[in-house]
């Protein structure tokens, strides 16, 4: 059994990392497919805005924050979902606040709308969050995730930690400090700093920021409990990372990056994904035929070659700071013909990943 | 009717500033290079302004000069000229400037336009090219400007939004240059994206790149020449397949959206580099072609 078809089997967490547009949202959703036909209750879950999963698998309707099952036939089960951040957030404020006023007075905040909506981390953290929550779900034996496509590759790990940053904040101290000695917002306001930070943001957004912060008191506690949890389903063992790389030149450099950075916070990579790899087609003939048209074939034939060799170079040393097994640690995916962007699509990416190659 | 042929120079010099926009994976960076490239070809001025720090771009850029902008940066800069020297570096050492961009999305985009329209204005360049955020985040960045002259009253700020709103206006000022790969999915975010820009943010689309196009190798390359099974037989269906999928998308692409395209090669298996780029570069020195219409009912076709 090759690595990817032993976490298939029996992870409870599969985390789907790499950069933007390299093919992980398909991944995941092939991952969820095979651990569907091994007869686990597989649920998928996409960060992407773009709604690339919903075009994989084929769902009319889209998909929503619900999981939403998927008519495939298999022994188990293919749940899908698209994270939204804001709701998730919203959900963690409710759950957290002491009484509803208090959740009520945060959720109509503009500062937090705009933490929900925008701040950089929330939808990470959320994405953290909601992989925790379906965990924990009886409804499922394994969570597979689909991280979002930042650029700074280990966002999605750090993440629960920004939340705990965010309360452990300066301005949040000093915001905390004066409610604790029954000082007025407006002697706030009148801080030098804030002062400052007024006239250029304008007096009414921060008089958000600092409801905001004084509606909070009392919560960071709970939400920094979640985050701690959070943290350790990752790092336990029933979590695995799948890294997912196409085989070109630039993004073999940002997944290297990733890996060093998996590397220190030391979590290990279980599997290397190559997607879109230049398919191999066999031997170049001895000789360059002499009729142009079968030596058209044979110059087409010779770039592809050269490329798929080019590939598999290129790779090399990433396979190396893996320290993956040269056979089994990797899934080499062929460019197909087509795009996929169906069932079907998927039905032969995930053959292609599990399915003993014929050669 | 479209036309049968654009020249790239055309939109090279259109406008001074071009920002350049695509999904993750769709190869942004290197359309930016070739870019820059092929209006220093033309005999432009040209500055390429990155907005993160980046070694990748640089790299391919040769002799090309560059300038990162980064939000924290210009975000000082404007403090520094705001009569807020005294305060901002403890502003932003203090971690108190993340708080003020949460309470204010928008603020560091702001700042950021506002230094490129500076250089814009400085008349120095021909064409200030600027590798964008992914598409996600371009529709933020480039409705930033008219965001903040909605919530923000007063001051520098909403002084400083409106000066970039004019010059991403004025289409004699400020295009978009989006990119996208010649597949199904790419296309779709593209013409996503496109409609959603024209839709919120008030800019002017230039032409679309999509690159990476399957062409080369004789456009007529016939499988049956070859003994069944033989891999140069499987090879050349692979080839052709892939070929008719690019030239369908790319029509679908002409029908969904009224822009000029512009194609790049494939550039595949070796290390991308200056040079590299500067011989892709060569191939937007001639007018470029524009996908027939007849070729988009095509469809994509069965492995």
Redesign the interface.
Known sequence: MTALADSVATAEVLVCCGTGGVGKTTTAAALGLEAARRGRRAVVVTIDPAKRLADALGVPGGLGNDPVRLPIEADGELWALMLDSASTFDGLVTRYASSPQQAERILGNAFYRNVAGSFSGTQDYMAAERLHALHLDDRFDVVIVDTPPTRNALDFLDAPGVIARFLDHPLFKLLMLPTRRGLRVLNLAAQPILRSIGKVVGGDVLADAIAFFQAFDGMETGFRRRADDVLALLRSDVTRFVLVASPRGDTIEEAAFFAARLRSANLAVTTLVVNRATPTFGELPAQRPRRPDRAALYDNLADLVAAAAAERHNLTGLLEDLALDPVGGSVWVPLLPTDVHDLDGLAMIRSLLFDPSPV | MPPKSVDPLHFLSAARVAIVAG?????K??VTAVLARAAVRRGLRVLVVEL?DRP?LRNLLGDVPSLTITAADALAEY?DT???KR?SR??IS???I???A????G?DDIVVLGKIKQLERSGEWDLILVDGP???HAI?FLQAAPGMLA???????RTQAADVAAMLADQRRAQVVLVTLP???PV??LV?TAYALEDRAQVHLGPVVVNAVDVG??D????A??PPE??????????N??RE?HRGECARLGQDLALAQLHLPVH?????DAAAVEQLATVWDEPQAQPDDDVATAG????
């Open positions: 999904k993750g994976g769709v190869g960076t290197t993160d990748a403090l705001h009569g807020l305060v403890r502003l203090s971690g108190v993340d708080v003020v949460t309470a204010a999305p603020i992914a598409a996600g933020t919530t923000v009253r007063g001051g520098p700020l597949e199904t999915t779709n975010e996503e190798f004789g007529d390359l016939d499988p020449v070859a033989s891999p140069m037989r499987a090879a050349a269906e692979f080839r397949a892939r999928l595949a298996g070796t290390t991308l994509t076709i069965e492995p």
